[in-house]
């Protein structure tokens, strides 16, 4: 089990950059591939990006590719994503999730994370 807490969302104005940062409880933060996930006003959740448990694999949402990262830090026990050249379209509740990782099998449905965190709210302003 694992318990995961995001922070550094904010209000950014188009162009901006923020890092969401994920800190996970626990000694076995290293058994976990990571996402972030986004929900909007209005829509579902939808996958941004996800993370392999060593950090070498990375697959990105097409609507991020080029502007967002993902990176962790098994060390400290957090994930990160740092979001670059924002839009008003990346507004949303940001959540980072953890799964079971099991050989290279990196995931992009919500329905396979077993962990949430509490969300942290990222608004891009005009």
């Known amino acids: 089990q694992v318990q995961l807490v995001e922070s550094g969302g904010g209000l950014v104005q188009a162009g901006g950059s923020l890092r969401l940062s994920c800190a996970a409880s626990?000694?076995?933060?290293?058994?976990?591939?990571m996402g972030w996930f986004r929900q909007a006003p209005g829509k579902e959740r939808e996958f941004v990006a996800a993370?392999?448990?060593?950090?070498?694999?990375?697959i990105y949402a097409d609507s991020v590719k080029g502007r967002f990262t993902i990176s962790r830090d098994n060390a400290k026990n957090t994930v990160y994503l740092q979001m670059n050249s924002l839009k008003p379209e990346d507004t949303a509740v940001y959540y980072c999730?953890?799964?079971?990782?099991?050989?290279?099998?990196?995931?992009?449905?919500?329905?396979?994370?077993?962990?949430w965190g509490q969300g942290t709210q990222v608004t891009v302003s005009s």
């Open positions: 999730a953890a799964y079971t990782q099991t050989g290279n099998v990196l995931k992009v449905s919500d329905t396979a994370y077993d962990y």
């Open positions: 626990g000694r076995t933060f290293s058994n976990y591939g």
């Open positions: 993370i392999s448990r060593s950090g070498s694999g990375t």
